[in-house]
């Protein structure tokens, strides 16, 4: 990650350029798109059946622009990749360089990423043995496409996947594509799950909340229930897609918790863990609260395809090289169906996160620091880990200023903040769009769409993260993504604080 610069005059950041958020003439509703056909007849396949509407990104990006918000809502940088990943680029393309990387990629992988990937995993695993490059590891077109992969190899109709809520979109779309049903397991807070509370509890609570507000962790505030999570699976139960760290909680699952999820599987061996891990080096505290990946566990190596992927470390979105590691037969998930679908991803970018793979063990030296002397860390990733935590103390305090309660993150680059304190115009509750997940719209979906137009700022109400029968969890949630420049983060927080505090 190329660090955005600390001080707005020379950063590179949107906000820089946002402009003050307006209110048009006419503030159209989303509507339905129309598609048009040159035959009545056509008609998409049934396996789009309501995966063809709008999603939450298609409204509130747009809605952002619109209304020239300071866009706190998709989860990529908006700075460039370090150099050293770029100059990596370049050589990959640049036939002198003798690496061969302009055709395509063997299916698996190009093998001097899968190498590398070998030997970190090797390494961070601990499984005894060393992971062969040749069969247990295979790359893809981003994370995403991975995940794709994974599940078309491994779910057929009638299948069931677990999938924690709240859980990223993706999940249920390529579940349904798969054939399977998303069956949902909530992470549980006090708060959703408090309906009533003594006046004494009250009267505390209101006495001590502008104390509270920024200071409870997601670890603690986010639970797993290991026996909700077992009584959920069934005989049709084949896969379980876990997320840590997580988004949007920021949860990072503890060794305990692994260990409990870990003992339930080996009680049901049908059932392959599908590890998402494309976080793993934005990590805040790694002696409290490390990054544990499922597969290294006792006996969890053959029963786990562990994902992950270069674009969140290296703020390369764009390149889109995700990975896929494990034993040969659930790697085969992946490998059998990419090779019909896009068959490789591309080799440039490939070959070059190979490169960036093995810069990133290095000690690491920011100079975009102030006093020009630079500032050196064991790793990239340690940098990377550093430079996030101070940019989640710029979000939690611009969300405190705003009377909202952030529920901080162990990892990750996303916030989940309580607004349960702040109110906003009922009409808001009111409107319809074809993107919301439910009817009548969900309080956090309009708070997100008050916040944008009035205020300026824009979130991700977590509702979309949630299925129909549980999206009442979300109401008092809303999703913030601190992956942004300094400028931006700051320039939220001064919007947020001139209309919250006048």
């Known amino acids: 990650m190329a660090p955005p610069p600390p001080s ?256 339930i599987m080996k009680r049901h061996p049908q059932v392959t863990i599908i590890s998402d891990e494309v976080y793993e080096h934005i990590v805040f505290d790694k002696e409290a609260s490390p990054h544990i990946s499922m597969a290294s566990l006792p006996g969890m190596y053959e029963r786990t395809l562990t994902l992950s992927s270069s674009g969140k470390t290296f703020s390369a979105t764009g390149w889109k090289v995700g990975w896929a590691v494990g034993p040969q037969h659930l790697v085969n998930a992946v490998t059998a169906v990419q090779q019909w679908v896009n068959f490789s991803a591309p080799t440039p970018n490939q070959d070059a996160i190979a490169q960036c793979l093995i810069k990133a063990r290095e000690p690491y030296c920011d100079e975009s620091n102030s006093n020009g002397t630079g500032e050196h860390y064991e790793s990239f990733y340690a940098f990377v880990a550093a430079e996030y935590k101070r940019k989640r103390g710029l979000l939690v305090d611009a969300l405190v200023s705003a009377g909202m309660d952030p529920i901080v993150p162990n990892g990750g680059f996303f916030i989940m903040a309580d607004t349960s304190d702040i109110t906003f115009p009922a009409e808001y509750m009111e409107e319809k769009t074809v993107a919301m997940p439910c009817d009548p719209m969900p309080r956090d979906w309009a708070m997100s769409r008050w916040l944008t137009k009035e205020v300026g700022v824009t979130a991700i109400p977590p509702s979309a993260f949630y299925g129909e029968d549980t999206v009442h969890l979300a109401k008092n949630l809303l999703r913030f993504a601190y992956c942004k420049g300094d400028d931006t983060i700051l320039e939220a927080h001064a919007r947020l604080k001139k209309y919250f505090q006048k």
Not at 40 to 58: C, E, I, M, Y
Not at 175 to 202: D, N
């Open 8 to 263: 707005s005059s020379s950063s590179s950041s949107a906000a820089a350029s946002t402009p003050a958020p307006t209110k048009p003439a006419t503030a159209a509703m989303a509507t339905t798109t129309a598609f048009s056909s040159p035959s009545p007849a056509f008609q998409l396949s049934n396996r789009l059946n309501g995966l063809d509407k709008p999603t939450v990104w298609h409204e509130f990006s747009p809605l952002a622009s619109q209304y020239g918000a300071v866009n706190l809502g998709q989860g990529f940088p908006d700075w460039d990749p370090p150099q050293f990943a770029i100059d990596a680029l370049n050589t990959s393309i640049d036939p002198s360089s003798g690496r061969n990387a302009n055709q395509y990629a063997r299916s698996y992988a190009h093998m001097p990423l899968a190498q590398v990937l070998a030997e970190d995993y090797t390494k961070r695993l601990d499984i005894g043995r060393d992971i062969d490059p040749s069969t247990e590891v295979a790359t893809a077109v981003g994370c995403t496409n991975a995940l794709f992969c994974a599940l078309q190899g491994m779910i057929g109709p009638g299948d069931e996947v677990l999938l924690l809520e709240p859980a990223f979109d993706v999940y249920i779309a390529q579940t349904q594509f798969a054939g399977g049903s998303p069956v949902f397991v909530p992470l549980r807070t006090a708060e959703t799950e408090t309906e009533t509370e003594t006046e004494a509890e009250a009267e505390a609570e209101e006495s001590t909340s502008n104390q509270k507000k920024g200071t409870r962790m997601a670890n603690d505030a986010f639970t797993l229930d290991l026996e909700e999570l077992e009584n959920a699976i069934t005989d049709k139960t084949k896969a379980f897609i876990l997320n840590t760290p997580h988004n949007p909680t920021g949860k990072m699952f503890t060794k305990t918790e692994m260990e409990g999820i870990a003992s």
